[in-house]
């Protein structure tokens, strides 16, 4: 028996109904990776200050949270700007001079690196932080100091561990 045009057209539209639709994995894998780098990315709101198992930092209790800036780092041999080797402690203790040169020297070259955008006719407030041993001693911590303070680093900071409040 033939099938009339109106049969044969209901048929194909039966068949195109019954195909199964799958999942377009490609997509979903490319939504779980942005959204995955996306969580890496934005997971850390703390400034991870560098790590070294020769020093030993002061304790302290704060509530306002450090902010990403340059680190110096006094150890008891050397001194250290972003991990480069600047200075040793014996030179500088050995020194009568207050400002550390080859200390200053690094932080102007960092200065001119980093772009710190401010309104015109005002000078920058760059920012450091200084991470030194509790056991060093402080006329070398008043050099370091006096050497951030002349290459224009206004606001200095001294990295410290937090100290749990004993109630009590």
């Known amino acids: 028996m033939k099938m009339s045009r109106r049969a044969k057209r209901m048929q194909r539209q039966h068949k195109r109904g019954r195909r199964s639709t799958g999942f377009n994995l490609v997509a979903l894998m490319d939504i779980f990776t942005i959204l995955v780098f996306f969580l890496l990315v934005n997971s850390s709101d703390v400034e991870v200050l560098p790590s070294t198992k020769g020093l030993k930092l002061p304790e302290s209790v704060a509530d306002k ?11 008891d041999e050397d001194i250290l700007v972003r991990g480069k080797k600047v200075a040793s402690v014996q030179a500088v203790m050995a020194s009568p001079a207050l400002v550390i040169r080859p200390l200053k020297t690094e932080l102007d070259y960092q200065s001119k690196r980093s772009r710190v955008r401010t309104p015109k006719g005002t000078k920058a407030k760059r920012e450091i932080t200084i991470m030194g041993d509790k056991e060093i001693p402080f006329e070398l911590l008043k050099k370091v100091m006096v050497t951030c303070t002349r290459a224009n680093y206004t606001k200095i900071s001294l990295a410290v561990l937090k100290k749990t409040l004993k109630k009590g």
Not at 68 to 73: I, Y
């Open 65 to 75: 949270k450090p902010e990403e800036t340059l680190v110096v780092m006094v150890s």
